[in-house]
């Protein structure tokens, strides 16, 4: 895990927030969005169902030709931003508490932690993959009146 600078960081994550109509320090279910290509999940009362969320979520990106994944938060806030590898990847509470982005540089998927406890993920390719290899997914999205075929 690397501390990114400041001179990457900023531009970077300010086009991610373009990108994903990210308008707040937080972002969907918590905060609208235009965005119709995520789906939030709730593992708050099933913590085991995150760690498998998390080994598939690896096992799809893992097939995606990237080097390195940013983590991301606000700066502003006091987050510490960091490039590191798909096996450095975990979701832990601390990230939840901060508010945690993750994404590449193509900016085609993204994954955020929430201070409630939800993890959102977007991207069409990453959520069409990830319905595909995990079959209890639909148990644990978070209804915010979208369809959950919404993003297929």
Not at 75 to 95: C, D, M, Q, V, W
Request: net charge negative; charged share 25%.
């Amino acid at each position: 895990m690397k501390k990114l600078e400041k001179a990457t960081y900023t531009p970077f994550y300010k086009n991610m927030k373009l990108t994903w109509d990210i308008n707040t320090p937080v972002w969907y279910p918590l905060a609208a969005t235009n965005r119709e290509d995520i789906l939030a999940f709730d593992f708050n009362e099933d913590p085991a169902a995150k760690e498998i969320f998390l080994k598939k979520l690896k096992q799809v990106l893992s097939t995606y030709r990237t080097e390195h994944l940013y983590q991301l938060g606000e700066a502003e806030l006091g987050f510490t931003p960091y490039k590191l590898t798909l096996n450095e990847l975990h979701i832990s509470a601390h990230h939840i508490i901060e508010d945690t982005f993750w994404c590449d540089q193509s900016l085609e998927w993204i994954i955020y932690a929430c201070h409630d406890g939800y993890i959102t993920s977007g991207g069409n390719q990453l959520l069409n993959e990830l319905k595909e290899i995990w079959t209890e997914w639909n148990k644990y999205t978070v209804d915010q009146g979208r369809d959950e075929n919404e993003a297929e």
